[in-house]
């Protein structure tokens, strides 16, 4: 097993959006048809292949953790389709030895015990409220996922839902509004009355009542979080929210590998409609369809940005990462 990634290994993929859309129960008409991006387009921007990163350390997981113990949890920015890869592992993969124990307990997990949205170096010194029972405190027993977006339509999501993020920006609406926003312009300068002197539009993330991290931009928060997971030394996994679009069965069934687990006999299940919900913080929250004519248009990628603002990405967000996962830079 080996770290798959661009110009590294790449998995023996093809991406099939209509094969896709029909195995998941929706009816492909001459519409959608004409709606979804030419598989083309999706290749200039995600690569062909599925990219997983942290496989070669599967072993030494599945070596250390005893199976009835395991469990795999997932993790990730806000807006990175971590409820998504969730409800797909629930409803794929189990690992026999904790359901041997407990029919209901199939070893998939909501979320790592640390809280799926907090920094990877939170693994020992925070937990989730909702992970207080004491089965779930020993974090060393989960398989962390996180999942990752390509950050330019990440910084997109992040304008139509912020969560915990805070950063002075307004949409647009008839031509005033600036977001996503990494370099103030005019409108950013004289809203917020701003100096002349702030050369870029800080970030900060309130995670809970004592815990906040800050960061130089929403390009900077994308880079610290990331890496954080890409160089932590335990087992976890990084896969890209793209890929559980164009190529979810692969990327489930590799998850689900890894943590010692194996897929539910019967086909695949898909998620047809958002795992967010459509309601509250989650309204306008995009099903599988939708997804895909979203992120596979290379406009739609840049909608909001100026060209200072791509500039900035271009000279600021993290080469290893963007090579890594295979996001390409702004022109």
């Known amino acids: 097993e080996e770290s798959y990634g661009y110009g590294d290994h790449e998995f023996p993929s093809t991406i099939d959006m209509i094969k896709t859309l029909e195995e998941a129960g929706e009816e492909v008409n001459d519409e959608l048809r004409a709606k979804l991006p030419p598989v083309e387009d999706v290749v200039k921007l995600y690569s062909s292949k599925m990219h997983v990163e942290g496989l070669e350390r599967c072993e030494q997981f599945r070596n250390t953790i005893p199976p009835e113990k395991a469990y795999v949890g997932t993790a990730g920015l806000f807006n990175t389709g971590t409820n998504l890869l969730a409800q797909l592992l629930m409803k794929n993969c189990y690992i026999p030895a904790r359901t041997a124990k407990r029919k209901r307990d199939h070893g998939m997990k909501w979320q790592v015990p640390w809280s799926k949205h907090s920094p990877a170096s939170w693994r020992h010194f925070h937990l989730a409220k909702s992970e207080t029972s004491e089965k779930n405190r020993n974090a060393t027993n989960v398989l962390p996922v996180a999942t990752i977006k390509d950050p330019l339509t990440w910084m997109g999501s992040m304008c139509r839902h912020s969560y915990a993020v805070r950063w002075n920006h307004k949409n647009s609406r008839n031509g005033n509004g600036h977001c996503p926003n990494l370099v103030p312009n005019d409108f950013d300068r004289t809203y917020f009355k701003m100096n002349e002197s702030d050369s870029t539009i800080p970030v900060s993330v309130r995670y809970n009542d004592t815990h906040s991290t800050y960061h130089d931009s929403l390009a900077h928060l994308w880079n610290d979080w990331y890496n954080g997971y890409l ?55 995009a099903g599988l369809s939708a997804a895909m004519i979203r992120y596979g248009d290379a406009k739609t990628r840049l909608k909001g940005f100026t060209q200072d603002d791509l500039n900035y990405a271009r000279e600021n967000l993290d080469p290893v990462l963007m090579k890594k996962f295979a996001y390409n830079y702004p022109a």
């Open 231 to 285: 160089k932590a030394d335990y087992p976890r996994l990084i896969v890209r929210f793209e890929d559980l679009m164009y190529h979810p069965e692969e990327v489930v069934s590799t998850i689900c590998s890894c943590g010692g687990g194996v897929m539910r006999d019967g086909n695949f299940t898909y998620m047809l409609d958002s795992a967010k919900g459509s309601t509250g913080a989650h309204h306008g929250a």
